[in-house]
């Protein structure tokens, strides 16, 4: 999605402010030199009885934010879900992308962020 007028600053505190208040959890990364944010939160019991293993552990998604720079004061936010199992598990936790059909959710979290910003824009 491609945001015209903001600071990268100031997307990246909408794009928390929204994921947060769509019950995920902020995710501590590395420190990085691009504007990179990850939320998580536990999926559903489906995608547990799904995706999961025998065992009790649930399954929970993974969502990775972009946030990079274009010219004349753009920015391009982008975010990959993921699908984790073992979560927590420092040897077996494991990442899978989901594919582009799983996304509508996100579309409408990065449609709220940009109404958020594009707003506050004078």
């Given at each position: 999605m491609v945001?015209?007028?903001?600071?990268?600053?100031?997307?990246?505190?909408?794009?928390?402010?929204?994921?947060?208040?769509?019950?995920?959890?902020?995710?501590?990364?590395?420190?990085?030199?691009?504007?990179?944010?990850?939320?998580?939160?536990?999926?559903?019991?489906?995608?547990?009885?799904?995706?999961?293993?025998?065992?009790?552990?649930?399954?929970?998604?993974?969502?990775k934010v972009r946030i990079a720079g274009l010219e004349e004061g753009r920015l391009l936010v982008t975010c990959d879900l993921y699908r984790v199992t073992d979560h927590g598990d420092a040897h077996f936790e494991a990442e899978h992308k989901v594919s582009h059909v799983k996304k509508g959710p996100y579309r409408d979290l990065l449609d709220q962020v940009k109404a958020r910003v594009t707003r506050a824009v004078p």
């Open positions: 945001i015209s007028g903001p600071r990268p600053f100031e997307t990246a505190r909408a794009v928390s402010e929204i994921f947060q208040q769509a019950g995920y959890k902020p995710l501590p990364l590395p420190d990085n030199k691009d504007m990179r944010l990850a939320f998580e939160k536990p999926a559903g019991a489906m995608a547990t009885v799904l995706y999961g293993d025998w065992d009790s552990n649930k399954v929970w998604l993974r969502v």
